[in-house]
């Protein structure tokens, strides 16, 4: 038996050795490793004051780029907390995205953010990826009418967006909120919105006839009126809501955190110019739009409307706002609840922006469209549109695999798509590494590669210690099948990561190797 001892200095754990004699390998001897020791470098970044911006833009109309910045937290980001720091980005950037306009008309100023969300991830492959996407503002009629609780919502004859109503299924009133249906997906987190327009609310003085409530709440709706021992909403289920009840003499009223707030809280505004105004489409397109919005890190519960003494003039109530930042960026999900008699309310143009990466494919009977569109709200855009991205340095770049400090991409489809040009290394998590010989061939196999690879060894990876140490009790010795004699005069081989990949190797990384003949 012979042993021979090898060792580099090279970072990405290439051995390169040559011998000054030869070194004779009998035919069909056989090989082990003794043993190896490496010290692994952690893949570290370090964000200050000198490095913790970075910018992106999702839109270039008008030639205006409109670029955002955010502010990355500082501190020392590997493998135990990258994903604290992509969450966080995640945040920021959504709660970037959109930007309210100033003056009496507030809005979303911006129609291609509307429905638009960012993602920063690692892929299945290990690739860091920016992502920006858009979902469409749409009316999801099947929805609200198939998640209606025991079918008490029901969709009135129509065959454009200016006749369907939503209306409840018996002529009575409902104080409760049991007349409710939801949507399947959760609302988009950068800048979504959820819509419906008054089309029909009529009640007398005596406030007889009630309304309707549209609210946000962190329970998936399903798991209340849509399973098999399925129970109505209650208004301690809504996070955020805006409920109508009497047009004459109710004003609006918002829920927060579970609670109906009286009116004088909440600066709600008198609703008499809704009353009564049928199907009429001129008319309709002049009602109320009940509206809640997830823009620039906050909740706005907001009613458009246009002024009764100046008609087609329209302004912005805005009714109360709440953080949505930070550990308040949960996920939603959008309800409606009806409350007045089918004769008397119905509602139209019921508009919600989910998630984009969640949202599957639906029968999508109308997108955005000028019933929602017109002066304000202003109505989502869907053009193309070039986003960019910029590291604050190109050390952090590269820490995410990325090759460049600045990056360009046109959408397809509201979906443009960043991805790393190298393997974003902290998030690769390894319990072993591989002793691989370039020169000699083994008999090994591996299905990861899907053929023979020359493994030697399988050791461990002390990831407390950032250490490959391997010292085996036992030498597990691998056939050659060298039916001639090897005269060796150099030796290649490589440490590297279960994938494959290189390591970031420092110091001195040695190894021992065993030959004996077949004899021996």
């Not at 833009?57 to 604290?84: A, H, K, L, M």
């Not at 959504?94 to 100023?109: C, D, E, H, Q, R």
């Not at 301690?236 to 009840?245: P, V």
Request: net charge negative.
């Amino acid at each position: 038996m012979r042993l021979l001892r090898t060792t580099t200095t090279n970072t990405s754990g290439l051995f390169n050795s040559f011998l000054n004699q030869d070194l004779v390998i009998k035919p069909y001897s056989k090989i082990a490793l003794g043993g190896i020791s490496a010290t692994v470098e952690q893949d570290v970044i370090v964000i200050g004051a000198d490095n913790n911006t970075f910018q992106f833009s999702t839109s270039n109309t008008g030639g205006n780029p409109n670029v955002r910045q955010i502010t990355i937290p500082e501190g020392s980001y590997d493998t135990s907390n990258f994903q604290r720091l992509l969450n966080e980005m995640n945040i920021l950037v959504n709660s970037s995205l959109g930007v309210f306009s100033a003056g009496p008309k507030i809005t979303i100023t911006n129609a291609n953010n509307i429905g638009k969300q960012a993602l920063i991830s690692i892929d299945d492959k290990g690739v860091a990826q920016i992502q920006f996407d858009q979902a469409v503002s749409e009316a999801h009629h099947d929805e609200i009418v198939g998640n209606s609780y025991q079918g008490n919502i029901v969709l009135a004859a129509g065959t454009t967006e200016d006749t369907f109503r939503f209306t409840s299924s018996a002529d009575a009133v409902n104080p409760t909120y049991s007349t409710a249906s939801y949507f399947n997906n959760v609302m988009c987190t950068g800048v979504g919105v959820f819509r419906a327009r008054i089309a029909k609310l009529q009640g007398s003085a005596a406030g007889g006839d009630l309304g309707f409530t549209i609210g946000i709440m962190k329970s998936n709706p399903a798991n209340i009126i849509g399973h098999t021992h399925s129970s109505p909403l209650a208004v301690t289920d809504i996070s955020f809501g805006i409920q109508i009840l009497n047009p004459f003499t109710g004003k609006y009223q918002i829920i927060e955190n579970g609670a109906l707030l009286a009116a004088v809280d909440s600066g709600d505004i008198n609703a008499a110019n809704n009353v009564s105004l049928g199907t009429n489409a001129t008319a309709f397109r002049n009602n109320d739009v009940l509206s809640i919005e997830i823009c620039s890190g906050q909740i706005r519960l907001v009613v458009y409307q246009n002024d009764p003494g100046a008609p087609n003039a329209p302004h912005t109530r805005v009714l109360k706002s709440f953080p949505y930042t930070g550990t308040d960026a949960v996920d939603y999900y959008g309800m409606i609840a009806l409350h007045g008699s089918s004769s008397n309310l119905n509602i139209s143009s019921v508009k919600f922006t989910a998630n984009p990466y969640l949202e599957p494919e639906v029968n999508r009977i109308f997108g955005e469209d000028a019933v929602v569109g017109a002066a304000t709200p202003g109505g989502q855009g869907t053009i193309a549109t070039v986003s960019t991205i910029t590291f604050p340095n190109i050390e952090f770049a590269n820490w995410l695999g990325y090759k460049r400090i600045s990056y360009t991409g046109a959408s397809t489809k509201g979906l443009v798509t960043f991805a790393g040009d190298n393997r974003f290394k902290s998030s690769i998590v390894n319990d072993l590494y591989l002793v691989e010989l370039l020169n000699i061939q083994l008999e090994s196999y591996d299905t990861f590669e899907e053929g023979r690879k020359n493994i030697l060894a399988l050791v461990p990876y002390d990831d407390v210690n950032s250490k490959v140490a391997y010292d085996p009790n036992n030498l597990i010795f691998l056939d050659l099948n060298n039916r001639d004699s090897i005269n060796l005069t150099s030796l290649k081989m490589r440490l590297v990561r279960a994938d494959y990949s290189t390591p970031d190797l420092s110091g001195l990384t040695s190894a021992i190797l065993y030959i004996k003949s077949k004899d021996e």
